[in-house]
C-alpha cells in the first residue's frame, strides 16, 4: 500500500473534524450521486462501496487503512470490500457474518477505537436487518453519525421489504433522535447538521405515509394488493424506483397488519 506524499492534496474531502470521504462513481435512482465512502481518523474506511478499481486505489492510499467497517448489505455498499482487503490486508467487519472478511461480525453497543477515535457501533435495523449506524461522540461540539441508508442526505430512505421491516426502522429513528443534533454523515446525499431534527422529520414522514396507506385500504378494500396501493400512494413515482415504492407499501402493510 502507498500513501500520499506529504506535500500533495488530500484526494478525500473533509467531512467533519474526524472523517474525511471520497464519492465513489455509482449515481444511479437509488444511489443518489453515488456512495459516500468514509475514512474516519487515520485508517478506518466505512464503506468502500462498489468494486471500482480506481476508487479502491484510492482509499487504498489515503493512508494506513487498518480496518474496513460495513453499514448493510447493499452491494452499493460492499462489492469492494474483498478487494480493499487484498489492496490493505485490514479486516472488513459487518453485522452479518457472510460480509465479514478476515473481520468478526459486528455487536451492537461494541465500542471499537478507530487509531484513537471513539466508534460506537448502533444497531439501527430497518432499511435492511443488518443495518448498523456508527457514532462518534468526540467528532465535534455534537458528534457525528454515519447513518449508512438509514438516513439519507437528501429524501427518504426504502424499507427493503421483507428483509426491512417498518416497525423496526421507527425504532431506530427513535434511537438516533436522541442522539441530539449531531452531524450525520449518510452513505448517500450530503452532510446533515442536525441528526435530531432530521429523524424528526424521518418518523413524520413515515406516519404521513401510514395515514395515506389507510386511507388507500379503506377506499380499495383490506385485502388490496402491494400493486394496487403502490398505485393509490406511489402514483406518480419515477418508474425506476418503482421496485422500491412497492417494497416500501410491502412493509407498511405489513406494519398496519400486524397490528
Do not use: W
Not at 177 to 196: E, K, M, Q, Y
Amino acid at each position: 500500500m502507498t500513501t500520499p506524499d506529504a506535500g500533495s492534496p488530500d484526494p478525500l474531502k473533509r467531512s467533519s473534524p474526524l472523517t474525511r470521504f471520497r464519492l465513489a462513481p455509482n449515481p444511479g435512482p437509488m444511489s443518489l450521486e453515488g456512495t459516500n465512502s468514509y475514512v474516519i481518523g487515520a485508517g478506518t474506511v466505512v464503506d468502500p462501496g462498489p468494486d471500482d478499481e480506481a476508487h479502491l486505489q484510492l482509499l487504498a492510499s489515503v493512508g494506513d487503512v487498518r480496518l474496513i467497517l460495513i453499514t448493510h448489505r447493499h452491494p452499493d455498499h460492499t462489492a469492494g470490500s474483498e478487494r480493499l482487503r487484498e489492496l490493505t490486508g485490514a479486516p472488513v467487519r459487518a453485522l452479518a457474518a457472510e460480509h465479514c472478511h478476515g473481520g468478526r461480525p459486528l455487536v451492537d453497543g461494541e465500542v471499537i477505537d478507530a487509531d484513537g477515535v471513539e466508534v460506537r457501533v448502533l444497531a439501527t435495523p430497518g432499511h435492511t436487518s443488518d443495518s448498523v449506524s456508527f457514532h462518534l461522540p468526540d467528532d465535534g461540539i455534537n458528534g457525528s453519525v454515519l447513518t449508512g441508508d438509514t438516513i439519507l442526505g437528501r429524501g427518504t430512505t426504502i424499507i427493503d421489504y421483507p428483509d426491512g421491516r417498518l416497525g423496526a426502522y421507527l425504532e431506530s429513528l427513535e434511537l438516533l433522535r436522541a442522539l441530539g443534533p449531531a452531524t450525520v454523515l449518510p452513505a448517500h446525499g450530503p452532510i446533515l447538521p442536525d441528526l435530531s431534527a432530521v429523524a424528526e422529520a424521518y418518523l413524520e414522514h413515515r406516519s404521513q405515509r401510514l395515514t395515506q396507506v389507510r386511507a388507500a385500504l379503506q377506499e380499495l378494500g383490506p385485502e388490496a394488493t402491494v400493486e394496487q396501493v403502490a398505485d393509490h400512494v406511489y402514483g406518480d413515482v419515477d418508474p425506476l424506483v418503482r421496485g422500491a415504492a412497492e417494497a416500501s407499501v410491502g412493509a407498511q402493510l405489513d406494519y398496519l397488519r400486524s397490528e
